[in-house]
């Protein structure tokens, strides 16, 4: 059955302007936290340069120029670290004055999985960029030619909300896919993005009414981890052959229950963010036993494939930290790529759409064009069939 229409567009031409020239200003070079020592070697050596160039003549290097970070608070998103080649704020490293996606050639395409990846995004910990991955590894791969489906499965619909997709109580969601059986077809909604066509992108959204699922399934003794896996199995199998869905992205809540649980019995991959703050790792424990249980009694299959290290401030050692602990602790399961603190990347949402549309010459925008290429060329599990 042909997925929903949305009539909401992600990308609004008319989204307001949002180049406020506050880049020049920045007293942030001066702060006494600020510390660059480590952040070349913390930030892969990606060719962003080529992302750039295809997104409109961008001229970010990878590694130095990502590594900069944007203010908390601090409405621009060029506020570099204190190198002599890009300390002096001028108009023209204003990312903002760059072409818009939708005039932009289009982007190299990626070589597609040789199977559908499923990949619950989880991390029980709040707040550290579950959604934001979500929202924009899915725009950045359908950008790429990926054909992608984003399962919102948390209440709050964040993700719905980023990919343009209106989810009031009532709207066809995961809650009618979870307790009623719903298929993905009928409940999902295409994602308009200019350059990405009709149907490559789909997002079926939450509404608050999924808060109730969890009670509502109490009762359900049989099969009630398996509500989510039963309906992407269909979905997946529906779409065998050339329109064979590339990448399931699952955007988890911030706990370990009924959910999550779907969401993990689902998955084949489990991609955790982690944000570069102190308590990164806390919980990750817990995940990780989680995942170790499911693993045992409900999909053997499951594998944490990729952690990614999320809103890394490259003024401040603590970040720079953390990430070596991750590193240290997880080796090569964590992404080279890493997402810088970005303000464009916490406004986005507010204008209903992803950082690849609303400011895609962005470091934020490009720090996960790369993440996309990355995930993409280090699939755990090619078909050797
Ligand atoms: N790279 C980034 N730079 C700046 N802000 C960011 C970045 N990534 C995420 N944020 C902001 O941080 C907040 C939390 O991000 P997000 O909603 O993605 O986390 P989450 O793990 O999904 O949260 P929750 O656990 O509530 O679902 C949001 O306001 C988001 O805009
Ligand atoms: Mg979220």
Known sequence: MAPRAVTDRVGDENAPARDDGAVAQSPRRSDPVVDTSEEHSAIQE????????????????????RSSVDAPGDASDDVHPPTPEIAAPSPVS????????????????????????????SNQKGGVGKTTTTVNMAVALAMRGARVLVIDLDPQGNASTGLGIDHPNGTPSTYDVIVDNAELAVVGANVEIPGVPAGQLLCVPATSDLA????????????????????????????????????????CPPSLGLLTVNALAAA???????????????????????????????????????????????????????????REHFGDTVMA???????????APSYRQSVMTYDPSSRGALSYLDAARELASRDPKPNTE
């Open 46 to 65: 990606s060719p962003t340069v080529a992302a750039a160039a295809a997104l409109g003549g961008a001229t970010h290097t990878s590694g130095a120029d």
């Open 94 to 121: 204003r990312e903002t004055s760059l072409p818009a996606a939708s005039s932009a050639p289009a982007l190299e395409a990626l070589a597609r999985p040789a199977k559908t990846r499923i990949m619950t995004v």
């Open 212 to 251: 109730g699922a969890e009670v509502e399934l109490a009762g359900v003794v049989v099969g009630r981890e398996f509500r989510l896996r039963k309906a992407i199995d269909a979905y997946v199998q529906s779409r065998e052959g050339e329109d064979r869905v590339d990448y399931v992205f699952i955007d």
């Open 268 to 326: 084949g991959e489990v991609l955790i963010p982690i944000q570069c703050e102190y308590y990164a790792l806390e919980g990750l424990g817990q995940l990780l036993e989680t995942i170790e249980l499911i693993r045992g009694y409900v999909n053997p299959a499951i594998v944490v494939s990729t952690m990614l290290l999320t809103m890394y401030d490259a003024r401040t050692k603590l970040a720079g930290q953390v990430a070596q602990e991750v």
């Open 337 to 347: 790529t890493i997402i810088p603190r970005s303000v464009k990347v916490s406004e």
